[in-house]
């Protein structure tokens, strides 16, 4: 067996060992309220499987030793992490803001992984470890979270028709959110990685007009194991 294969069966592994140590009622909960747990066990083969995919497309493209910032980092995310610190020896920096999701998370990393240097931070991604800047950023389907930003869920998503549209609701959104891209985009290094799927390329390539930055945006998309996203990469510069 060659070395590359040796590491990603042991990703496999441990990401399997976390998955099995999680709690999925309360993951069940956060996530869904009702029918959560179930829906889980449906997808935990497609967050293993997946989540490889688009680690070994990052992993492509990131530098070993470098550090990353993950956007509302949860499950489905546990695959790439994993691998970046593991493969690439890369620093993770995962936040969300949900606390509960956060401490169910790192209770199974602990029990599961404890060697492994990965902890969820509850937090907002634009001010955890202040002053520090990435070399990637990872922001996937948090622009489109229905839960936070309703209205800018529904346009991106093409499910509220032009003469049904709150319009003064979605100027507020949108303003946020821009708040927010634009917070994201100062923690990124130059040159560097954003992660991101289709529906929210346009907030980064706002920030880089702003900044005068250019962008190359990849062609080749991996599907997202939750939500089925189509996600790629931006390079910036």
């Given at each position: 067996?060659?070395?590359?294969?040796?590491?990603?069966?042991?990703?496999?592994?441990?990401?399997?060992?976390?998955?099995?140590?999680?709690?999925?009622?309360?993951?069940?909960?956060?996530?869904?309220?009702?029918?959560?747990?179930?829906?889980?066990?449906?997808?935990?083969?497609?967050?293993?499987?997946?989540?490889?995919v688009l680690a070994m497309r990052l992993l492509q493209q990131v530098p070993k030793g470098?550090?990353?910032?993950?956007?509302g980092a949860g499950v489905a995310e546990l695959p790439v992490l994993i691998a970046e610190?593991?493969?690439?020896?890369?620093?993770?920096?995962?936040?969300?803001?949900?606390?509960?999701?956060?401490?169910?998370?790192?209770?199974?990393?602990?029990?599961?992984?404890?060697?492994?240097?990965?902890?969820?931070?509850?937090?907002?991604?634009?001010?955890?470890?202040?002053?520090?800047?990435?070399?990637?950023?990872?922001?996937?389907?948090?622009?489109?979270?229905?839960?936070?930003?309703?209205?800018?869920?529904?346009?991106?998503?093409?499910?509220?028709?032009?003469?049904?549209?709150?319009?003064?609701?979605?100027?507020?959104?949108?303003?946020?959110?821009?708040?927010?891209?634009?917070?994201?985009?100062?923690?990124?290094?130059?040159?560097?990685?954003?992660?991101?799927?289709?529906?929210?390329?346009?907030?980064?390539?706002?920030?880089?007009?702003?900044?005068?930055?250019?962008?190359?945006?990849?062609?080749?998309?991996?599907?997202?194991?939750?939500?089925?996203?189509?996600?790629?990469?931006?390079?910036?510069?």
């Amino acid at each position: 067996m060659r070395r590359g294969e040796a590491d990603w069966r042991a990703v496999t592994k441990l990401t399997e060992r976390v998955l099995e140590r999680l709690d999925w009622q309360a993951l069940g909960e956060i996530y869904f309220h009702w029918g959560g747990e179930q829906f889980w066990q449906e997808r935990r083969p497609r967050v293993v499987e997946l989540g490889e995919v688009l680690a070994m497309r990052l992993l492509q493209q990131v530098p070993k030793g470098g550090a990353s910032l993950w956007v509302g980092a949860g499950v489905a995310e546990l695959p790439v992490l994993i691998a970046e610190v593991l493969m690439h020896e890369r620093t993770v920096t995962a936040a969300n803001l949900r606390e509960r999701e956060c401490e169910v998370l790192n209770a199974g990393l602990l029990v599961a992984v404890p060697e492994v240097a990965l902890r969820f931070i509850a937090g907002d991604a634009r001010t955890v470890e202040p002053g520090r800047l990435f070399d990637h950023i990872g922001c996937i389907s948090v622009f489109t979270d229905p839960e936070t930003w309703p209205v800018i869920s529904d346009v991106a998503y093409g499910r509220v028709a032009p003469v049904q549209l709150d319009v003064e609701r979605f100027l507020a959104e949108r303003e946020a959110t821009r708040e927010v891209a634009k917070g994201l985009f100062a923690r990124l290094a130059r040159p560097g990685l954003v992660t991101t799927s289709a529906e929210e390329v346009a907030w980064f390539l706002e920030q880089a007009e702003v900044h005068g930055a250019t962008v190359d945006a990849s062609e080749d998309l991996v599907e997202t194991a939750v939500v089925g996203d189509p996600v790629g990469f931006l390079t910036v510069r």
